[in-house]
């Protein structure tokens, strides 16, 4: 078991609907973070907050909202998706932005 | 800009055969921190080591063991009398850029099957 929680574990929507994917860690880590994972690729680096504040962003599309509500949880608000956004999205924390991150399992997220 | 890359895209092994995975990274940066991740199937990325940019020191965790050279920016991953248990995709990783701090670039990684 992953000591970060991201929920739900799978995800089908259509291309108008509007979903949001949860992350929620108690390690008391400050950095959270996005990644979009394609099939047989590197995760790749969508956000980064740090105390609670986004401190980089990947040039994600809008129709990617992040939102970090307290040091705990992390939300990625999706609307308008497009069937390349399909993907599965990992969740990470770490103690600061240079200590390990600690990686969910993952949302698999499947647009129609 | 940061680059890690994984030569090897596929290794495939018998148990207790030794393997090498080899990485080689690249950035202007003095000050950078170096990661393996272990993917198994079943998706999560598992974290394995984390070695910075001052300690060249070797490391050895059980069958694990890394070689981190500076001279030849590799930082080189070798697991012994590999198991059936380690296929999975292992990824390199580098973490740089003062500003930049917190973005793992990663490599293609490298999937390694074990055979029993």
């Known amino acids: 078991d992953t000591e970060v929680t991201q929920t739900p574990k799978h995800l089908v929507m259509g291309m108008t609907n509007k979903k949001s994917l949860k992350c929620e860690q108690h390690?008391?880590?400050?950095?959270m973070y996005w990644y979009k994972q394609k099939a047989k690729k590197p995760p790749e680096l969508m956000f980064v907050?740090?105390?609670?504040?986004?401190?980089i962003n990947e040039s994600v599309p809008s129709r990617f909202s992040p939102e970090c509500p307290n040091s705990s949880l992390l939300n990625l608000h999706l609307h308008a998706l497009q069937p390349e956004d399909s993907a599965l999205y990992l969740c990470?924390?770490?103690?600061?932005?240079?200590?390990?991150?600690?990686f969910g399992d993952g949302t698999r997220l499947s647009i129609l | 800009a940061q680059k890690v890359t994984q030569a090897q895209t596929e290794i495939s092994v018998v148990e207790k055969e030794d393997v090498t995975l080899d990485c080689v990274y690249e950035?202007?940066?003095?000050?950078?921190?170096l990661f393996w991740y272990k993917q198994p199937p079943s998706g999560e990325l598992v974290f394995l080591i984390r070695?910075?940019?001052?300690?060249?020191q070797n490391e050895i965790s059980g069958r694990y063991s890394w070689n981190f050279q500076k001279s030849t920016s590799s930082f080189n991953f070798t697991i012994t009398a590999s198991q059936v248990v380690d296929s999975a995709v292992y990824f390199c990783?580098?973490?740089?850029?003062?500003?930049?701090?917190?973005?793992?670039?990663f490599g293609q990684g490298t999937i390694l099957t074990v055979h029993p």
């Open positions: 990470a924390s770490s103690h600061s932005l240079v200590q390990p991150q600690h």
């Open positions: 390690m008391g880590h400050r950095a």
């Open positions: 907050y740090s105390y609670e504040k986004l401190s």
């Open positions: 950035t202007r940066d003095t000050t950078y921190y």
């Open positions: 070695r910075n940019s001052f300690d060249e």
């Open positions: 990783a580098l973490n740089a850029g003062g500003t930049s701090y917190g973005k793992l670039t």
